[in-house]
């Protein structure tokens, strides 16, 4: 599908899929292990400029589009899922500060995520809300002084043990309210959640907020806005480029079960020979195809500016992250006992892919907006 690329972007995809394989791939099943993303791998996707490729050059970001974006989420997604979460979560806090920040804040926070100085996270899941955005129950009041005060609990935060900035949503007097805040702020406190289903080595946090102040100046829009706006257009990236890291499990689904079908010898032939082995690696081929085009259409669609990315970001994310837990199930099957075991990477593929149907909307949550979206569109074709 390179034809469908431009040759920058061609060229991009080159040098995504080299620095996956040469950097990442192969110490994806030891952060896996460990639990663990080490501060070295963090420190070479900045070297590479990778983690400020969409910031604006003007903030000494690449400034590139949403479709070369996505091609980079697809290698990291392919070799190793939860480095792929920290760009994902990286780039969501950046999107949101460049687009409703103050200027003040943008000159500041923009270049040091963009050169990796400072890593960001998405706090707005909570112990008892996840896709409910609006239902988050974090304080968010109103000093004397004109500042803010934080208490809450948040839970799920993809790299919070380690991010040095969160991006925090949480109800102010005034409705859902968008706050910046820095790791060292006193009150501020993380907990490791370990031993996850999935994405293990992406040093997933609580976060406590107790008695957190935070400066007039780290509001992010207005008062109100911090779901409907700020929060909403960082979650709708980060579903952007969640579909395209699915894209990249079923890209390594594909290869690890060829690989494997064409060496496993039983029944005195390889068991690509197998037809209901064919069939498995027949349908992982189209959903990969089929899951790529949804994505490059949606990348198409928000770097032109459509009001239908929307939909077909959702509609990307949702087929791309079922195929993937489709593919990564049946490429556990095809490596048998030696698939259930930490020797073969199929497994880590089958607990990451369960978290893509969570993470972004759940696969649910998608099926119900992608059913409004059916009725909308097909309503005026019947009363024609």
Request: hydrophobic share 40%.
């Amino acid at each position: 599908m390179t034809s469908m690329l431009t040759p920058e972007q061609r060229q991009y995809a080159k040098e995504f899929r080299a620095f996956a394989d040469e950097a990442v791939a192969p110490h994806a099943d030891a952060w896996h292990r460990a639990q663990r993303t080490p501060p070295q791998a963090v420190r070479a996707l900045a070297d590479q400029g990778l983690l400020g490729l969409p910031v604006p050059t003007a903030y000494g970001g690449g400034g590139c589009d949403a479709v070369t974006l996505g091609l980079l989420a697809g290698e990291l997604g392919r070799a190793c899922s939860s480095l792929r979460s920290l760009l994902t979560v990286h780039t969501m806090v950046a999107h949101a500060v460049n687009r409703w920040g103050p200027r003040p804040l943008k000159e500041t926070w923009l270049p040091r995520l963009a050169r990796g100085e400072s890593i960001g996270a998405l706090a707005v899941s909570e112990p008892e809300t996840g896709s409910d955005a609006a239902a988050v129950t974090t304080r968010i009041t109103r000093d004397g002084d004109g500042n803010w005060r934080i208490d809450g609990h948040k839970k799920w935060i993809t790299y919070g043990e380690t991010a040095d900035v969160f991006l925090v949503v949480g109800r102010s007097a005034e409705g859902p309210t968008a706050l910046l805040v820095e790791r060292d702020t006193p009150g501020l406190r993380t907990e490791l959640i370990e031993d996850m289903i999935g994405i293990r080595a992406s040093m997933t946090a609580n976060v406590h907020f107790e008695n957190v102040r935070v400066p007039a100046a780290h509001l992010l829009a207005r008062p109100g806005l911090g779901v409907s706006h700020v929060s909403g257009a960082a979650l709708d990236l980060g579903r952007y480029t969640v579909g395209w890291g699915c894209v990249g499990i079923l890209d390594a689904c594909l290869d690890a079960a060829a690989d494997y079908a064409g060496r496993r010898v039983q029944f005195g032939s390889p068991i690509k020979e197998h037809q209901l082995v064919r069939r498995m690696i027949s349908t992982m081929y189209a959903d990969a195809q089929a899951a790529r085009l949804l994505c490059l259409e949606a990348g198409r669609l928000r770097d032109a500016g459509d009001p239908g990315a929307l939909a077909a970001t959702s509609t990307a994310k949702y087929f791309a992250a079922t195929a993937a837990g489709r593919a990564a199930a049946d490429a556990v099957q095809i490596h048998g006992a030696n698939g259930c075991g930490p020797d073969y990477p199929v497994q880590r593929y089958l607990g990451d892919s369960r978290v893509m149907e969570v993470i972004e909307g759940s696969t649910q949550l998608h099926q119900v907006g992608l059913a409004e979206y059916a009725f909308q569109e097909r309503a005026p074709r019947r009363q024609r």
